[in-house]
């Protein structure tokens, strides 16, 4: 059974400082990596999509892939209360047809 | 912006009856799935059509979950009958080809099935 792990959080952040979420995968052969944001009570939005070991940033967010460790995180720069969200990993499974296998998410508490 | 729209937006029902939900891919976008997101999880893939073709619904229940989408474009996901633990929200994406590691997925409003 393919994996993706996320801490569940509550992860906690004052308002301004940097978030750090992270996510972990057990299909190896992965090559997609996909973070969405979702509001409560709503659908899951794409913030970011990363497929290359290294760093991808865009505006405040910066993606980080090592495919080694079968690692992928997301920081979120200048927290802002706007931000409270869960935040899900979704990873593309390496057989069959662009099938995502996304975790539970973490949820993400950015306070004044 | 192009959108994927799902219809209803809340379904209020009770066991044993039968539930239908829409969706309505980003035009263009050749690949639609149907996921169910309970409570405190991530999405899981109930079924994912290429074109008008199922290409994957290993985890769809069968004996009381159907999909279709007829002529590929719009496509509909019926429970009958629901089960209490039917009680779920009902995502619907698209994305352009299906195939590659480039492909992505964007996701309609969601329908919110609650089973009595």
């Known amino acids: 059974q393919k994996e993706v792990e996320q801490n569940s959080g509550p992860l906690s952040v004052p308002e301004g400082a940097i978030a750090s979420l992270n996510c972990t995968y057990s299909d190896r052969g992965s090559q997609s990596f996909f973070w969405y944001r979702q509001y409560s009570g709503k659908s899951p939005e794409l913030i970011m999509f990363i497929y290359s070991n290294g760093d991808k940033e865009d505006g405040r967010f910066t993606a980080q892939l090592n495919k080694a460790s079968q690692y992928v995180s997301l920081l979120i720069r200048d927290s802002q209360p706007s931000d409270s969200a869960t935040y899900l990993c979704?990873?593309?499974?390496?057989?069959?047809?662009?099938?995502?296998?996304f975790g539970a998410g973490t949820r993400l508490a950015v306070h004044p | 912006e192009a959108e994927v729209a799902q219809s209803p937006r809340y379904k209020i029902t009770e066991k044993s009856q039968a539930v239908a939900f829409w969706c309505d891919p980003i035009?263009?976008?050749?690949?639609l799935y149907w996921y169910r997101q309970i409570l405190g999880q991530g999405p899981e893939l109930l079924v994912q059509?290429?074109?008008?073709?199922?290409?994957?619904d290993s985890q769809l229940p069968k004996d009381r979950f159907s999909a279709e989408r007829l002529k590929g474009v719009d496509s509909t996901l019926k429970i009958q009958p629901a089960e209490l633990g039917d009680s779920a929200m009902y995502l619907c994406?698209?994305?352009?080809?299906?195939?590659?590691?480039?492909?992505?997925?964007?996701f309609g409003p969601g329908t919110r099935l609650t089973v009595l």
């Open positions: 035009s263009g976008h050749a690949t």
């Open positions: 994406a698209s994305s352009i080809t299906g195939t590659g590691s480039t492909d992505t997925q964007y």
């Open positions: 979704a990873v593309g499974e390496s057989s069959g047809y662009n099938k995502l296998i």
């Open positions: 059509f290429q074109d008008e073709s199922v290409v994957d």
